[in-house]
C-alpha cells in the first residue's frame, strides 16, 4: 500500500544536538511538507518542496534544515538553533496539479532533555 | 493569502447526540476545502473534501460537511456521534490549481457517555 513512513517515532534530543527525522513516500507525490503541531496551535508549516532539488521556508523556518534529493525523500534535521523544538512533526506529500487532498505520515514526538 | 478559522476550541458532546464543528475561511480565490480527524499521537487522516459540485459532501465514519459560498462556511456536522469519534478535527483550506494547505487550529471533539 501507498503512504508516508515517518521515523521515528519518538525522539529524544539532548540540548546543543542536531537531530534528523526522516519521511519517506511512495505515492509518486511531487510536493511534500514538515509541519509542527503544537497544542492549540493547530499545524504549522515550517518547510515545503514542489521538486527535488528545490525547497522554501515556511512560517517557522528558523533553526530548521531540509533537503529533497529524492523525490521519495524529504528528512528534516531540527538544529540546534532551534531553541524550543519540543513538538510532534508530521510530514506530508500532495501531488502537484491535481485535486487530491495532503496524505500524512503519523508523525515523530521530538522531546529535548 | 487564505486563512481558516475554526470557531470552537473545544466541543464536549453526550454519545448519541448530534455535533456541528464550524469553520470560516477566507480567500480571494476559489478554494477546495477539507476536513481532518487525528487520533492522539497520530497523523491527519481525511474525513471529507470539497472540490466542486453539491455543496453537501458526505465523508467517512458519517460525517457530512457543507459548503456555503455567500457565508464562507464549511460546517462539519455529525447526527450521532459515538464515543470512538473522541478527537481532534482540522478544517483546512487550499486554493484550486494550488498546492500549499492552510489549516485551522483545530477544534477537540470529547465525547461522554
Known amino acids: 500500500d501507498g503512504g508516508i513512513t515517518q521515523s521515528p517515532k519518538y525522539l529524544f534530543r539532548k540540548e546543543g544536538q542536531n537531530v534528523t527525522l526522516s519521511c519517506e513516500q511512495n505515492l509518486n507525490h511531487d510536493a511534500m511538507y514538515w509541519y509542527r503541531q503544537d497544542p492549540g496551535q493547530g499545524l504549522r508549516l515550517i518547510y515545503y518542496s514542489q521538486i527535488v532539488n528545490d525547497f522554501q521556508k515556511g512560517d517557522i523556518a528558523e533553526g530548521y534544515s531540509v533537503s529533497r534529493e529524492k523525490k521519495e525523500s524529504f528528512p528534516l534535521t531540527v538544529t540546534s538553533a532551534q531553541k524550543n523544538p519540543t513538538a510532534f512533526y508530521l510530514c506530508?506529500?500532495?501531488?502537484?496539479?491535481?485535486?487530491?487532498?495532503?496524505?500524512f505520515g503519523q508523525g515523530t514526538r521530538l522531546t529535548v532533555v | 493569502a487564505q486563512s481558516v478559522t475554526q470557531l470552537d476550541s473545544q466541543v464536549p458532546v453526550f454519545e448519541e447526540a448530534p455535533v456541528e464543528l464550524r469553520c470560516n475561511y477566507s480567500?480571494?480565490?476559489?478554494?477546495?476545502l477539507f476536513w481532518y480527524v487525528q487520533y492522539p499521537n497520530q497523523g491527519l487522516q481525511l474525513l471529507l473534501k470539497y472540490l466542486s459540485g453539491s455543496t453537501l459532501v458526505k465523508g467517512i465514519n458519517g460525517f457530512e460537511a457543507e459548503f456555503n459560498k455567500s457565508q464562507t462556511s464549511f460546517h462539519l456536522r455529525k447526527p450521532s456521534v459515538h464515543i470512538s469519534d473522541t478527537a481532534e478535527y482540522f478544517c483546512?483550506?487550499?486554493?484550486?490549481?494550488?498546492?500549499?494547505?492552510?489549516f485551522g487550529a483545530g477544534t477537540r471533539l470529547f465525547v461522554k457517555a
Open positions: 483546512a483550506v487550499r486554493i484550486t490549481g494550488g498546492f500549499k494547505t492552510i
Open positions: 480567500s480571494s480565490v476559489s478554494v477546495y
Open positions: 506530508a506529500s500532495t501531488a502537484v496539479q491535481t485535486k487530491t487532498e495532503a496524505f
